[in-house]
């Protein structure tokens, strides 16, 4: 007689059973790399910002004024990504004097469950923290 050829049932139930292993593998490390780039895109837009009020104050010699004497009481944006549909960070001024400012993005949306690094903090000189449990370094 002759056999028939193609899979038998065993043969595609051992392959599905390895591509869900491998996925099972993968998806952890594909979520982590997104939750590090929407990280580092924050920070970036976080050391932009630091570089607008250090701007400002080489103009004004107060970082709570504007060259027009108005206070400033936001950043120019104010959330992170800037290019993006979705927005991962809150970016806002979590202190400011005439000496001194505090700048924070605050994660929403997916980004929300980054206990890592949470909310990223940077002053005017340039002291970067974060509020979650990794340190400046994984951070940063």
Same mark, same amino acid.
Do not use: H
């Given at each position: 007689?002759?056999?028939?050829? !193609?899979?038998?049932? &065993? +043969? ?12 099972? &593998? ?5 979520? +982590? ?7 580092? @895109? ?13 701007? *400002?104050?080489?103009?004004? !010699? ?7 004497? *108005?206070?400033?009481?936001?950043? #120019?944006?104010?959330?992170? #990504? ?7 960070? @809150? ?30 903090? &940077? @002053?005017?000189? !340039?002291?970067?923290?974060?509020? !979650?449990?990794?340190?400046?370094? @994984?951070?940063?």
């Amino acid at each position: 007689q002759r056999r028939g050829r !193609g899979f038998t049932l &065993i +043969e595609l139930l051992i392959v599905v059973a390895i591509v869900a292993i491998l996925a099972a &593998i993968a998806y952890p490390g594909y979520q +982590e790399q997104l939750r590090k780039t929407r990280r580092a @895109d924050a920070a970036a837009n976080l050391l932009e910002l630091t570089q607008f009020m250090e701007r *400002n104050f080489t103009v004004t !010699g107060r970082y709570n004024q504007d060259a027009g004497g *108005n206070a400033i009481a936001a950043p #120019p944006w104010t959330e992170a #990504p800037q290019d993006s549909g979705t927005k991962y960070y @809150d970016l806002s001024f979590q202190a400011i004097t005439a000496s001194t400012f505090t700048l924070q993005a605050v994660p929403k949306n997916a980004q929300a469950g980054d206990t890592l690094c949470a909310t990223l903090r &940077i @002053d005017q000189a !340039g002291r970067k923290t974060e509020t !979650g449990t990794g340190t400046p370094a @994984d951070c940063w």
